[in-house]
Antibody
């Protein structure tokens, strides 16, 4: 069974940094592209970015709203994807989800974690 | 950037009724359109991928159709457990994007 568990969400001050983790199990993590999304309270879903699997270069793509502040990385030996969030803003307050794509070069997220809440406030 | 416009925003439906939700893309995305269901307090779950392919374990009352710019999610014979917000999502062009969501309430 595919399982994704996000962690690291906390209350943090504006301007600070935070790293979220997405721990995967139930599949061969290194074979899949992994995405991050967020959802502000009562709002819709927003794609943040994804990181391709090693066979596709382990390169990442980002939404314009977070590019230059957020970085996605992965550690295939630990089956963990990371979201490094720098220069946090109050508008980054949201539930953050990680997701596993379909196989190959698919950009469709097939499985989602349960989410972790990030609150940015002074 | 591809904008997805869903309609309606909200629908109140009686059990066993048929529900139709539409999603229009601002440019052609061929069939790279997916549908998710999100219940309150839960993460989204994939229902339909590539416009019309049902994801594993999804009840057969959920179906999708469409191509290019116009897509439809149909729920045949709505059940109480289908109360949720439904999102379309395009996986054709970067940045990936979502529709604004359609909240389905059970009367």
């Amino acid at each position: 069974e595919v399982q994704l568990v996000e962690s690291g969400g906390v209350l943090e001050q504006p301007g600070r940094s935070l790293r979220l983790s997405c721990t995967a199990s139930g599949f061969t993590f290194g074979d899949y592209t992994m995405s991050w999304f967020r959802q502000a309270s009562g709002k819709g879903l927003e794609w943040i970015g994804f990181i391709r699997s090693k066979v596709y270069g382990e390169t990442a793509e980002y939404a314009a709203s977070v590019k230059d502040r957020f970085t996605i990385s992965r550690d295939d030996s630990k089956s963990i994807a990371y979201l490094q969030m720098n220069s946090l803003k109050t508008e980054d307050t949201a539930v953050y989800y990680c997701g596993r794509h379909g196989g190959g070069s698919s950009w469709t997220t097939e499985y989602w974690g349960q989410g972790t809440l990030v609150t940015v406030s002074s | 950037e591809i904008v997805l416009t869903q309609s309606p925003d909200f629908q109140s439906v009686t059990p066993k009724e048929k529900v139709t939700i539409t999603c229009r893309a601002s440019q052609s995305i061929e069939t790279s359109l997916n549908w998710y269901q999100q219940k309150p307090g839960q993460s989204p779950k994939l229902l339909i991928k590539t416009a019309s392919r049902s994801f594993s374990g999804v009840p057969s009352r959920f179906s999708g159709s469409g191509s290019e710019t116009d897509f439809t999610l149909t729920i045949n014979s709505l059940e109480a457990e289908d109360a949720a917000t439904y999102y379309c999502h395009q996986s054709s062009h970067l940045p990936l994007s979502f529709g604004g969501g359609t909240k389905v309430e059970i009367k």
